[in-house]
């Protein structure tokens, strides 16, 4: 009589965790859409009007700062409005590119097939990360280190205009951000990540890097047409 209970205590709480997990990725994808579109809309204003780019200075410490007050304050309501403040610089900083882009001869294609790309990829990667069995938390440390000198390389090819180094950076920090999606996908499934604020800016600046190192990648090949 008292072994039933326990026989299904266990399950009632591995349920829970997965109701939790489940929550936090329904929570996470909410926001995540909400930003996006927000970004989206910032940066076809700052098409539509021209706005010059912020500068690399302005940039890192906006960037910096605005990450800094959202992690003080991810469990307050105040971190979601700072999320979209952040998400919204970000797509100031990506009406420039897109101008540049879209002045191109086959501007508008590379826009198009960046946006396309970035969204297959996100939706294949997303589906195998809450599917899969197989554990990917050891790319975590590879992919963070990866990124910092990926994010080093590409200032020095700003700093020394070396287009050929700006090159490779983008695509290297496409396949980082690729394989950051996957990784952080399993960590809100997985239950490694429980505070969906945080977990909505990590995909939103590996979903952005990704987009913006595509479009680099496609601009240049338009500009060769």
């Known amino acids: ?39 989206a809309a910032v940066a076809g204003a700052a098409v539509a009007f021209s706005l ?3 500068g690399i200075i302005l940039t890192l410490v906006a960037y910096f700062g605005l990450l800094f007050g959202i992690h003080k304050l991810k469990n307050r309501g105040a971190a979601v409005g700072l999320v979209f403040a952040l998400t919204g610089f970000m797509g100031w900083t990506l009406g420039p590119l897109l101008t540049r882009t879209l002045a191109l001869p086959a501007g508008g294609q590379a826009v198009m097939l960046a946006l396309g790309a970035t ?87 590996s979903i952005f890097n990704l987009f913006t190192s595509l479009l680099q990648l496609f601009g240049f090949m338009s500009s060769d047409d």
């Open 1 to 39: 009589m008292q072994t039933r209970p326990l026989a299904i205590a266990l399950p009632q709480g591995a349920a829970l965790d997965r109701g939790s997990a489940h929550r936090v990725l329904r929570n996470t994808y909410a926001l995540l859409a909400m930003t996006l579109l927000f970004s």
């Open 52 to 54: 010059p780019s912020p």
């Open 119 to 205: 969204g297959a990829v996100f939706l294949a990667l997303s589906a195998y990360a809450t599917t899969t069995k197989r554990d990917l938390s050891w790319l975590g440390g590879f992919l963070f280190a990866g990124m910092i000198v990926a994010m080093l390389a590409g200032l020095a090819a700003i700093f020394f205009q070396i287009p050929a180094l700006a090159l490779t950076v983008s695509a290297v920090v496409a396949l980082l951000s690729a394989g950051l999606i996957l990784y952080e996908t399993q960590q809100i499934v997985n239950g490694g990540e429980t505070n969906y604020v945080l977990a909505t800016v990590s995909l939103f600046v």
